[in-house]
């Protein structure tokens, strides 16, 4: 899915990657490769919760996985 | 795949609705262009629904693009696609398949990608912040780079539905961790990458990772993540 920057990814101090923890890796062990940090302000949390929240359509009676 | 089909404003259920993205009136009739519908056939799709908002000339250029990568990789011949209108906020372009297998669609939000030369101004200002991969420039790449990513992802849903078909048995996410970490490893080892050569959204997930990736091999500039995906499609094609 091609979508909007989001809000969270605004300030480089309000989410940490691995690279912050000296991980070589791309992604945490949950497999996404941003977490917010607990201090950032609650509209940068709610960014970074709505930006990881599933889509998915329903059309038919079949639920699509959207990427 | 039967939505929307000769129908109007078949009706959707948007589920996970704290998200951001907002998917609706997904599909609808028939495109009433037939230049659009034959070039559409030719390029792979089944159908075309719901997409007469978008500009011809447009909708000519995107399919033109699925065409030529058609060609080189063979996802739509290898999982039935439609191409299908959609309205709703927060995004552009999208994919989606059936957890369970069948027919994959590439979804156009009507609004987004009305006009081409839009959609290039928005990916050049995405790439210049970093949260999309670089392109060479050159307008056509930027107009293209939405469904270039897209194509990605129905490329990744087929490769993952061959390799079951295979007898591969983890489940996609692990299929999609797999991959990430065999292109990560040629673009470190191989080229030099590192996190500055991945745009932003490519770090999101091991999805969007493969989707950017792809964008960037096919976008005329590759990074060392584009040049590792190149490589690896070499050797992991359908």
């Known amino acids: 899915m091609i979508r909007e920057e989001p809000y969270f990814m605004q300030n480089r101090d309000w989410y940490t990657t691995p690279d912050d923890f000296g991980s070589d890796d791309v992604f945490f062990d949950d497999g996404r490769g941003y977490h917010i940090r607990d201090d950032a302000p609650e509209e940068a949390k709610r960014s970074y919760d709505e930006f990881y929240a599933d889509v998915v359509v329903v059309a038919d009676g079949k639920a699509l996985t959207v990427v | ?238």
């Open chain 2, 1 to 238: 795949m039967s939505y929307g089909r000769e129908r109007n404003n078949e009706k959707t259920k948007l589920l996970g609705i704290s998200s951001n993205v907002h998917v609706t009136n997904l599909g609808g009739p028939t495109d009433s262009r037939s230049d659009v519908l034959q070039l559409a056939q030719q390029a792979g799709f089944e159908g075309v629904y719901g997409t007469d908002d978008i500009m011809t000339q447009s909708m000519g250029l995107y399919i033109n693009r699925i065409s030529q990568l058609e060609r080189e990789y063979g996802a739509l011949k290898e999982v039935p696609t439609d191409l299908a209108g959609a309205g709703g906020l927060g995004y552009a372009a999208a994919a989606s398949y059936s957890a369970t297998g069948g027919n994959a669609t590439l979804i156009l939000n009507r609004v987004a990608m009305r006009n081409a030369a839009d959609v290039a101004r928005s990916q050049a200002r995405s790439a210049e912040s970093g949260f999309h991969m670089p392109t060479d420039g050159r307008l056509t790449s930027n107009a293209n780079y939405t469904i270039t990513h897209e194509y990605g992802h129905l490329l990744e849903n087929a490769l993952y539905q061959r390799a079951v078909s295979n007898g591969y048995t983890g489940t996609r996410s692990q299929y999609q961790s797999s991959v990430f970490r065999q292109v990560s490893d040629i673009a470190v080892n191989r080229y030099g990458g590192n996190s500055s050569s991945l745009s932003g959204y490519g770090h999101y997930n091991s999805a969007e990772f493969f989707a950017e990736s792809f964008a960037s091999a096919n976008s005329g500039n590759p990074t060392a993540y584009g040049r590792a995906m190149n490589d690896w499609l070499r050797s992991n094609h359908l």
